[in-house]
């Protein structure tokens, strides 16, 4: 089947019928209180759509980790009272997922139910034949809007649409069309940036990259593995010892290829990981006793060069500990540059959890093209591979 044959809303018939639509509504929380509804807020255009269509909806989400258990403080009622909000209507938490008491309440006619934590049930996270029989039978149709869920073949991603006519929700469809983009056809040159914590977690994308950008910016604690595969000092910083002969042969590969790969000449040393310790700029090779934890002006002011000549970029990780203020500079350097290049016309995407955190910081979400809400799931995308919950929407189609 063709990329482009993901069945949309609009391929599916929901007039009066019971909808099931997986949410990805796993909202920061501290204690009972909702810390950022965004999850939330994008989850709306695609229930408000479904509704004005005359379906009735059964909302399901997970949230947190409780293994197969029922914790508490896990229960999703307070995100449906943010979800009633949001929709101006009454939403109601029906506090059990599956079984007879679900299916009264989805049959009743009430417009919406929130269905209880997916993750409560053991079923769920196994994709367990007898629970995803049970949850699609709340339903007569399926739509999966929860982008940041659909690189797991659980339940309520995969088993629900084997069994139901299925469609891709707007939030869903976006976030695949929009970083597909990337991987097909992109604008030259274009330019990947690439930071975070653990260059094991990005190999992969940056295996799949190679064969795409022009050139490569490395940043983060990632750029130390690489700086060390280089044979550079690199004093205390955080290096993946076991990842550098790996990561050697990546930048072998992309030699052989005439990509540029970018990396720190300059950066800040400190004693400590921590807020307050002992730091100064210094050009690499100086790090000495101490542990890299930002890219310094000099690397920023590269970084950001390379940034604003590009036509297309990906941006994901942040160049350094950004979120103590003595070692965000870098990270700012680079949200400037690529939301210069946006307002160049150049397609921009950023993805990843600390990310897109650091953009809203900086008060920037706007300030790229596309801004993605999937961690783990975009990148597994960028790697080239399909994603179960998206490979199923295109397998099955809206049938049955
Ligand atoms: P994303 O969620 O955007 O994919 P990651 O999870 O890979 O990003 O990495 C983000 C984390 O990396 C942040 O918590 C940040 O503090 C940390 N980090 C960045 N640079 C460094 C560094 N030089 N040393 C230690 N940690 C770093
Ligand atoms: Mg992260």
Not at 83 to 105: F, P
Not at 193 to 215: C, E, F, P, T, Y
Not at 225 to 239: E, P, Q
């Amino acid at each position: 089947m063709t990329e482009s044959s993901l069945p949309r809303l609009d391929d599916l018939d929901v007039d009066g019928k019971r909808v099931i639509v997986r949410c990805d509504l796993n909202v920061p929380m501290k204690g009972r209180e909702i810390t950022d509804d965004l999850r939330i807020r994008a989850s709306i255009p695609t229930l408000e759509a479904l509704l004005e269509r005359g379906a009735r909806l059964a909302v399901c989400s997970h949230l947190g980790r409780p293994k197969g258990t029922v914790v508490d403080e896990l229960r999703l009622a307070p995100v449906g009272t943010r979800l009633g909000e949001l929709l101006d209507r009454e939403v109601r938490s029906l506090g059990v997922t599956i079984g007879d008491e679900a299916q009264k309440s989805c049959d009743s006619g009430t417009p919406v139910v929130l269905l209880e934590n997916l993750r409560f049930d053991p079923g769920e996270e196994k994709n367990d034949p007898d629970f995803a029989a049970a949850l699609a039978s709340l339903g007569d149709a399926y739509v999966n809007d929860a982008f940041g869920s659909s690189h797991r073949a659980h339940a309520s991603v995969v088993g629900v649409p084997e069994r139901l006519p299925s469609a891709a929700g707007m939030l869903l469809a976006e976030e695949v069309e929009k970083l597909e983009r990337l991987l097909h056809d992109p604008e030259h040159p274009f330019i990947a940036v690439l930071g975070g914590a653990k260059v094991s977690d990005k190999l992969g994308v940056i295996a799949n990259l190679l064969q795409r950008v022009d050139a490569l910016i490395v940043g983060g604690a990632m750029a130390f593995t690489l700086l060390t595969a280089r044979g550079l000092d690199v004093g205390r910083s955080r290096v993946e010892e076991d990842r550098v002969d790996e990561v050697r042969g990546v930048l072998e590969a992309a030699d052989e290829r005439g990509i540029e790969v970018l990396l720190p000449t300059d950066v800040v040393a400190a004693e400590s990981p921590d807020e307050g310790a002992v730091h100064e700029t210094v050009p690499l090779g100086r790090i000495g006793d101490r542990m890299g934890v930002d890219i310094g002006p000099e690397s920023s002011a590269l970084f950001a060069q390379k940034i604003r000549s590009a036509r297309t970029v990906l941006w994901n990780g942040p160049m350094g500990i950004f979120e103590i203020a003595d070692y965000a500079a870098g990270t700012e350097a680079v949200a400037v540059a690529v939301a210069d290049a946006t307002k160049g016309g150049s397609y921009t995407v950023v993805g990843g959890g600390d990310s897109a955190a650091a953009l809203k910081q900086l008060g920037m979400t706007d300030s790229v093209s596309h801004l993605s809400t999937g961690g783990g799931a975009s990148l597994e995308l960028l790697e080239g591979r399909d994603l179960p919950g998206v490979a199923v929407l295109r397998r099955e189609g809206s049938g049955p």
